[in-house]
């Protein structure tokens, strides 16, 4: 390992162990290769990984420095979804994915519900009402992620979000006589309705029913290939029949 990726996994676990907040300034230049004792080649590559890592930023100038930031999700999710897209995983194994995570994920959400994030679901399903009449569908994953993000576990969030990305990117348009944006509308509404009662296995079950209607009707499994037909053997030389012994003379009766 390089000087500089020690020195970045060096600062990212004390911003982390210790807990610092976004916009703090962790330290000038100067400052932190003094600290660490490197070099400022060393110190300036570093800084690079940090940032790329969206951990860190370095704002120049007179009160300039090494400042926290709040990493964004959604380019780890990114990241992870062209992983598993490379590792060419099929669609049955995300669609397993999706309904052992979001099934845990709405009876988490179901059981920590509060009145804010009552709010968050409804402001999001008038969102999605005004967008699914308009024709959009670009955002229907999003109540997922939302759920998701209601379990106020960041793991289960980030993992939410990697196969939702990963879904819009393999699956094909949705067959609309099949399932259409209202119907998938009218799903979320359903299972946003169980959430907010805390029905917590209601929530579930309904969820469920959406995730496999929403399969069926985003893809046509193409039919089983045809067995080939068992090849014939050719058939063992048939044996010449016996030749008939020739019939003794028949004695011919006396005359007397």
Not at 39 to 52: D, P, T, Y
Not at 77 to 96: G, H, I, N, P, T
């Amino acid at each position: 390992m390089k000087k500089a990726e020690i020195l970045a996994d060096q600062i990212e676990q004390t911003i982390v162990g210790q807990r610092w907040e976004p916009g703090d300034l962790f330290g000038s230049e100067v400052e932190l290769i003094a600290r660490y004792g490197v070099s400022r080649a060393v110190f300036r590559e570093a800084v690079r990984l940090l940032e790329h890592h969206g951990l860190a930023e370095m704002r120049r100038g007179l009160h300039g420095g090494l400042f926290i930031r709040q990493p964004d999700p959604q380019p780890v999710a990114k990241a992870m979804a062209v992983y598993l897209d490379f590792q060419k995983v099929e669609s049955r194994q995300l669609e397993d994915a999706r309904l052992a995570v979001e099934l845990f994920c709405v009876e988490r959400a179901a059981a920590r519900i509060g009145e804010d994030e009552v709010a968050e679901i409804r402001t999001l399903l008038a969102a999605e009402a005004a967008q699914v009449a308009a024709g959009e569908m670009r955002s229907l994953h999003d109540f997922h992620v939302l759920v998701a993000g209601l379990t106020a576990n960041p793991a289960l969030h980030l993992f939410v979000q990697t196969l939702t990305i990963l879904t819009k990117r393999q699956r094909p348009p949705l067959d609309r006589s099949r399932v259409s944006p209202d119907d998938i509308h009218a799903a979320h509404a359903r299972i946003a309705d169980a959430l907010i009662a805390r029905d917590g296995a209601l929530a579930r079950h309904r969820m469920m029913t959406h995730l496999e209607d929403v399969s069926m009707a985003g893809h046509r499994r193409p039919a089983p290939r045809a067995e080939p037909a068992p090849r014939a053997e050719p058939a063992p030389p048939s044996e010449p029949a016996p030749r008939e012994e020739p019939a003794e003379p028949t004695a011919e009766p006396a005359v007397g």
